[in-house]
């Protein structure tokens, strides 16, 4: 479990860090999200094979189905990051045009990144609670849900942008450096619980 933790803490890094050359993004997407959705796979079969002969209905087989369903959101949003390649930019930085249609594309891209994140920590938070660590399990409960808020927000102020980017400019500002900080913070949280299942593993050993 913990070289899968790590495996897609460093994969949101790279999707959250967006460092852009001219037009050309330095650290692609589709390297991040393929990262996460190995590493996610790889705890849905540990929850699998933790929860042999229990049955579907299990708690390990509903941790299991929730990694599985946020590796194939991973897997699509490794594709669906290619358009932001054949995107033309609007500005020297690179950052894409605002236009109706990108903003479709764009917005479909962050929701059903949104379904990702919401149903990996679920099930992470399941599997911390089943390693006896109730307080973690509720830390990522707490982030789980401000992200889905701060990402909601988002979403829902992205297609007022189009027409009064002046009176919501500063508020884009303020919830996309929001929604950095909390990309780190999931970053910290994966570490987090890769450090945990280390611990518990050892802790396996010497018993």
């Given at each position: 479990?913990?070289?899968?933790?790590?495996?897609?803490?460093?994969?949101?890094?790279?999707?959250?860090?967006?460092?852009?050359?001219?037009?050309?993004?330095?650290?692609?997407?589709?390297?991040?999200?393929?990262?996460?959705?190995?590493?996610?796979?790889?705890?849905?079969?540990?929850?699998?094979?933790?929860?042999?002969?229990?049955?579907?209905?299990?708690?390990?087989?509903?941790?299991?189905?929730?990694?599985?369903?946020?590796?194939?959101?991973?897997?699509?949003?490794?594709?669906?990051?290619?358009?932001?390649?054949?995107?033309?930019?609007?500005?020297?930085?690179?950052?894409p045009p605002l236009t109706g249609v990108w903003m479709i594309?764009?917005?479909?891209?962050?929701?059903?990144?949104?379904?990702?994140?919401?149903?990996?920590l679920t099930s992470l938070e399941r599997q911390l609670a089943?390693?006896?660590?109730?307080?973690?399990?509720?830390?990522?409960?707490?982030?789980?849900?401000?992200?889905?808020?701060?990402?909601?927000?988002?979403?829902?102020?992205?297609?007022?942008?189009?027409?009064?980017?002046?009176?919501?400019?500063?508020?884009?500002?303020?919830?996309?450096?929001?929604?950095?900080?909390?990309?780190?913070?999931?970053?910290?949280?994966?570490?987090?619980?890769?450090?945990?299942?280390?611990?518990?593993?050892?802790?396996?050993?010497?018993?």
């Amino acid at each position: 479990m913990a070289g899968s933790c790590r495996t897609i803490s460093w994969g949101l890094l790279l999707v959250a860090l967006d460092i852009r050359i001219g037009a050309i993004d330095a650290l692609p997407d589709i390297v991040g999200f393929l990262m996460i959705a190995f590493g996610l796979r790889e705890l849905m079969g540990q929850a699998q094979r933790a929860g042999a002969g229990t049955g579907p209905e299990s708690e390990a087989g509903s941790i299991a189905r929730g990694y599985g369903r946020a590796a194939s959101m991973a897997a699509v949003l490794a594709i669906w990051s290619v358009t932001e390649l054949a995107a033309p930019p609007a500005a020297a930085d690179g950052s894409p045009p605002l236009t109706g249609v990108w903003m479709i594309v764009s917005g479909a891209g962050q929701l059903l990144k949104l379904f990702m994140v919401h149903s990996s920590l679920t099930s992470l938070e399941r599997q911390l609670a089943g390693l006896g660590k109730p307080g973690q399990a509720e830390s990522v409960r707490a982030r789980r849900r401000l992200y889905t808020a701060i990402q909601w927000l988002l979403l829902l102020a992205a297609p007022f942008s189009l027409n009064v980017r002046e009176d919501l400019g500063a508020i884009m500002l303020l919830l996309g450096g929001a929604m950095l900080v909390m990309e780190l913070v999931l970053f910290f949280t994966w570490r987090k619980a890769a450090y945990t299942a280390s611990k518990s593993q050892a802790g396996g050993r010497d018993a």
